[in-house]
C-alpha cells in the first residue's frame, strides 16, 4: 500500500460570509485532496486576519516537517499578512507549492 503525500489547508473565515460557507470551503479543501491523490491534513483556519496566527503555524509547519503542499478554496484566501501573490512567494521559498481550489 503506497502512502499519499500530505496536503495542508489554509482557509480565512472573515473571506466567507457564514459558518456554512466555512464548512462549505473546508469541504472542497478535502474533496480538492482525495481527487489530486493526498491526504488532507491540517486545515488552518484564519480568524483574525490582523493577527495572521493560522497563516504563521501553517509556514511554520512547512518549515519544520516535509510537507510540501498548500491547497486554498481561492487565492484571495491568501491576502490577510499581505497580497496573495507575497504570501504564496512565503510558502513556496519553503519549497510548498500552493494550490487553489476554485482558481477563478
Known amino acids: 500500500m503506497t502512502t499519499r503525500p500530505t496536503l495542508l489547508g489554509y482557509v480565512r473565515a472573515d473571506a466567507l460570509s457564514c459558518a456554512e460557507e466555512l464548512a462549505a470551503a473546508t469541504d472542497s479543501l ?25 497563516f504563521h503555524a501553517l509556514l511554520e509547519e512547512v518549515k519544520r516537517t516535509d510537507v510540501r503542499a ?12 499581505g497580497t496573495p501573490a507575497a504570501m504564496r512567494q512565503d510558502l513556496e521559498f519553503h519549497q510548498a507549492h500552493v494550490w487553489a481550489v476554485d482558481t477563478r
Open 30 to 54: 478535502v474533496a480538492f485532496a482525495t481527487a489530486e491523490g493526498f491526504t488532507l491534513g491540517t486545515v488552518y483556519t484564519e480568524r483574525d486576519a490582523a493577527e495572521s496566527a493560522a
Open 70 to 81: 498548500v491547497v486554498v478554496p481561492t487565492m484571495n484566501h491568501l491576502g490577510s499578512v
